[in-house]
């Protein structure tokens, strides 16, 4: 139950997702969007560097897909399922090229947290944010 209290007081505090965690199945970009979303989730977004270093740790090594997209508009990157701007990159250098066709955000590209776009048929794991659900609390 709640209490209202002054707001000096000192407490431990809890921060919201994004506190990523990794999906272990690998999937296409589009059926990894799909399921998240049927988990009443999301792919991960990244806003920031700290942000980016949360997904590297969670990440543990495998290449991923995150939520980033530019399917709609060419070099036009929006997270989904919000369609919101990418604004925070970290790029390899180089990326993103489009080689032959890329409008999927793969994330630990060569460098560890660096970010490329590729295929989006191309089979990943994926990063999701973590949230209350005791369903992905299993590994701690
Ligand atoms: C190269 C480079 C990347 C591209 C991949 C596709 C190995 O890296 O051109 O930008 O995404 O090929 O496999
Ligand atoms: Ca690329």
Same mark, same amino acid.
């Given at each position: @139950?709640?209490?209202?209290?002054?707001?000096?007081?000192?407490?431990?505090?809890? &921060?919201?997702?994004?506190?990523? /965690?990794? $999906?272990?199945?690998?999937?296409?970009? !589009?059926? +990894?969007? #799909? *399921?998240?979303? +049927? #988990? !009443?989730?999301?792919?991960?977004?990244?806003?920031? =560097? =700290?942000?980016? #270093? %949360?997904?590297?740790?969670? +990440? =543990? !090594?495998?290449?991923?897909?995150?939520?980033?997209?530019?399917? *709609?508009? @060419?070099? #036009?990157?929006?997270?989904?399922?919000?369609?919101?701007?990418?604004?925070?990159?970290?790029?390899?250098?180089? @990326?993103?090229?489009?080689?032959?066709? @890329?409008?999927?955000?793969?994330?630990?590209?060569?460098?560890? !947290?660096?970010?490329?776009?590729?295929? &989006? /048929?191309?089979?990943?794991?994926?990063?999701?944010?973590?949230?209350? $659900? /005791?369903?992905? %609390?299993?590994?701690?």
């Amino acid at each position: @139950e709640w209490n209202d209290q002054g707001c000096t007081s000192k407490y431990k505090y809890v &921060c919201q997702p994004p506190h990523y /965690t990794l $999906m272990n199945d690998a999937l296409s970009w !589009g059926d +990894a969007d #799909a *399921a998240c979303q +049927a #988990a !009443g989730l999301q792919l991960a977004s990244v806003q920031s =560097a =700290a942000q980016n #270093a %949360l997904l590297l740790t969670a +990440a =543990a !090594g495998n290449t991923v897909w995150i939520g980033g997209t530019d399917a *709609a508009s @060419e070099g #036009a990157w929006v997270w989904s399922p919000s369609n919101t701007p990418v604004s925070y990159t970290n790029w390899n250098p180089g @990326e993103p090229n489009s080689a032959g066709n @890329e409008d999927c955000l793969q994330f630990n590209y060569k460098i560890p !947290g660096q970010w490329n776009d590729w295929g &989006c /048929t191309g089979k990943l794991k994926y990063g999701v944010p973590r949230t209350s $659900m /005791t369903k992905w %609390l299993k590994d701690d």
